[in-house]
């Protein structure tokens, strides 16, 4: 079994057997004793940490997926992929485009399964941000293959997430299900064949992610974007085939899904999936489930779970909840509980010990690390080494990096060194 895993993840990384942080090298590293993070593969179940998965005709065929997440953010002022990635990515593809000196490219190594670029428009409209990565076109098809190469020879799997802002978008006039506004800005209702046009734009934004070299992608269902928008009672109010039950409300990203899957062909297609709103009139898991056991059925690669939109997250008890180490563990659990396909847990996820416990008690079948990775790109290598007191720890009360995201300006970590700190501004210089 151990060898076919190596042989499954060589044919879908193109790279050496040592060059992913994959299961197998996982495995012989739990069996030596030696600490380090367990991630998944397609029908993954984990009976302790380091315990291999069964591999099913459908594993080999629909790929291998990883469970690191991370921060995408910026291009060049015309949505071109010279984007600005976490840690050290940041600085070994800035090295790349020319946009740093040389010397402050260090010797990366990623050690992770997965690194996933979040948040890639698939049309200007659908935008959330001035700074957003774009996939709309094919002019940013060779910046998108320097990202995806970037990644990769850093031996990591490379994905994008692929994402329609609707009511939130950073635009004039945002479309959404139902004219429901969003921060005082009231959104246009879509109506047929707009979805469809929509549709379509995933579709062809994916296929520009597989054409561009990356591993996977992932369609952007959470935070109150556009997917989530049509799922949830609060801001689908449509009283056509699109609205009402929650059977109709999550008809349009099931048909989002098979578009997608039908373009791209044998290549895996994952899901962010919003759980819970965390608002008194939003969505719940009752409900959420129904449309996680959908894309199931129709062949998802696996779904990545969180909780929360923009009209939750600044709300006391909300600002209190993402304090807590792993807040978002239950959601994950939840939908766990429910669905065959695996299941990525995030949320401050900040020590080895606590995802190893996430794992143990199988409340999820993969660990994602966003803002840990910001901190400290070298948690997986530390968690490896059994280094965990060196591990630079995300502080609960500090929200630095999204502040500045909402403001507008290049996001930082002040627990980053001051000459890390110095170099990474210095790319937007």
């Keep these: ?14 790279a050496p057997d040592d060059a992913v942080l994959s299961i197998p090298d996982q495995i012989e590293s739990w069996r030596t004793a030696n600490r380090k993070m367990a991630w998944g593969i397609e029908e993954a179940e984990f009976d302790r940490i380091g315990t291999p998965p069964q591999l099913t005709d459908k594993d080999r065929r629909d790929g291998f997926v990883g469970a690191i997440l991370s921060y995408g953010f910026g291009h060049d002022g015309h949505g071109n992929a010279d984007a600005v990635l976490s840690g050290k990515l940041a600085w070994e593809y800035a090295c790349k485009r020319r946009r740093v000196k040389t010397w402050q490219c260090e010797d990366i190594h990623f050690d992770r399964s997965e690194i996933m670029v979040e948040n890639s428009s698939i049309t200007p409209n659908g935008s959330g941000s001035p700074r957003t990565i774009r ?9 998108l293959e320097v990202l995806a190469n ?42 047929k064949r707009d979805m469809t046009t929509i549709q379509k734009q995933y579709a062809n934004a994916a296929l520009r992610v597989k054409k561009a070299g990356f591993d996977l992608v992932e369609l952007h269902g959470g935070t109150g974007y556009l ?9 689908n109010q449509r009283t056509d085939a699109y609205g009402g039950s929650i059977e109709n409300r999550i008809k349009f990203p099931i048909e989002v899904l098979k578009r997608v899957k039908d373009t791209v062909g044998n290549f895996p297609v994952g899901y ?3 759980v819970d709103e965390w608002l008194p009139d939003g969505l719940k898991a009752k409900e959420s489930i129904v449309l996680a056991k959908g894309l199931e059925k129709e062949g998802v690669a696996y779904i990545s779970t969180m909780g929360g939109t923009y009209e ?12 807590r180490p792993g807040y ?37 079948d993969l660990i994602g690390l966003a803002r840990m990775l910001w901190v400290d790109p070298e948690w997986p290598k530390k968690a490896r080494k059994g280094d965990d007191r060196s591990i630079l720890k995300c502080n609960p009360k500090c929200d630095a990096c999204q502040q500045l995201v909402i403001q507008g300006k290049p996001a930082y970590c002040p627990r980053w060194s001051k000459e890390k700190r110095a170099a990474y501004r210095e790319l937007f210089q």
């Design 1 to 14: 079994m151990l060898q076919t895993i190596k042989r499954f993840i060589k044919r879908k990384s193109k």
């Design 135 to 143: 996939c709309d076109h094919n002019r940013y098809l060779n910046g």
């Design 150 to 191: 970037t990644i990769k020879n850093e031996k990591s799997l490379a994905g994008l997430q692929i994402n329609h802002a609707g009511r939130f978008a950073h635009v004039s006039e945002p479309v959404a299900p139902s004219v429901v506004p969003a921060f005082g800005k009231s959104p246009r209702a879509l109506t």
């Design 227 to 235: 997917l989530a928008q049509f799922v949830s009672p609060r801001t």
């Design 272 to 274: 962010r999936f919003l």
């Design 312 to 323: 939750s997250f600044f709300l006391p008890e909300i600002i209190n909840k993402v304090k």
């Design 328 to 364: 978002m563990v239950s959601l994950a659990a939840t939908v766990k509980k429910a669905v065959g396909v695996p299941v990525i847990a995030a949320g401050r996820i900040s020590t080895p010990a606590k995802a190893e416990s996430i794992l143990q008690k199988k409340s999820a």
